[in-house]
């Protein structure tokens, strides 16, 4: 596995733990963030032993969200014309997209767990993922408007599905912050923890009680979900019973049944 300058990484019992790694810097995301984890989902996604992903940041923090020389950057690279402004940002916004993109597209379960500050592209990252959980004392936030913008990387998109339109546009108009328990109540995660520790330990538990399921179930529960985000409930259903015509002819099935009715545990394989 490669070193990485904005991430560790690690593959454990079928889990991907991929830690955002720059906590003297509050995990901000800068360019090396950007750029790895495309290349860091990409190796999920192909790697078969990995069945599901772990993403926490190291230190007090899980991420003060994109990192400001990073932005400080783009904008002493642009010059006088406006056409060509407009073009480099459009196409700097959308790489910065495909970034979270491959988080969602991934075809294994995410889940995040979030202490300390999770701010502006933070919630964005989070919003790609297919389950969050978080200390009690964690700080969400969607700060973009704090500094004259409108959150551009997913959270406009994702988060009304996961927390509702009226409780996103409150959280988007007024950049406030709300802490675990608020988080909870409101649908953003889904269990809080008293510690950080705590908080790892209950994920990683329940990242590997997913790991022991069949991995063609998972990965296939997991596209039939995503592809129901943008079509009615009868093409849904049509989808998946023609998903389901090939893949109900797996080993797994068999194996799941024996297991059942011999009460012993399941091995898939990968």
């Not at 959980?133 to 700080?139: P, R």
């Not at 959150?151 to 988060?159: I, N």
Request: with cysteine; charged share 25%; aromatic share 6%.
């Amino acid at each position: 596995m490669p070193d990485y300058k904005a991430f560790r990484v690690e593959l454990d019992d079928k889990i991907a733990h991929v830690q955002i790694n720059r906590p003297e810097k509050v995990n901000a995301m800068n360019a090396d963030f950007w750029a790895e984890i495309v290349d860091i989902f990409r190796w999920i996604d192909d790697t078969d032993e990995a069945r599901v992903v772990v993403l926490s940041g190291a230190g007090k923090h899980f991420s003060s969200g994109i990192d400001l020389m990073l932005l400080a950057q783009a904008g002493s690279a642009l010059g006088k014309d406006v056409g060509r402004n407009a073009e480099a940002l459009r196409r700097k916004i959308l790489q910065l997209q495909a970034s979270f993109n491959a988080v969602d597209n991934c075809r294994k379960p995410v889940l995040a767990a979030i202490q300390g500050y999770c701010l502006g592209g933070a919630i964005d990252l989070i919003a790609a993922c297919d389950m969050r959980y978080s200390t009690v004392d964690a700080q969400f936030s969607i700060k973009e408007i704090d500094m004259g913008m409108a959150a551009d990387v997913g959270t406009l998109q994702r988060l009304p599905r996961i927390i509702g339109d009226g409780m996103m546009r409150e959280l988007a108009y007024t950049g406030r912050t709300i802490d675990g328990d608020e988080a909870q109540r409101i649908g953003l995660v889904n269990r809080t923890y008293a510690s950080q520790e705590e908080l790892l330990a209950g994920v990683l538990a329940l990242a590997g009680e997913i790991a022991a399921k069949s991995p063609i179930a998972i990965r296939g529960t997991k596209h039939m979900i995503r592809y129901m985000r943008d079509h009615r409930v009868d093409d849904g259903l049509e989808y998946v019973a023609n998903w389901n015509a090939a893949m109900l002819q797996s080993a797994d099935l068999r194996v799941a049944m024996a297991a059942h009715m011999s009460k012993q545990k399941a091995e898939f394989a990968d």
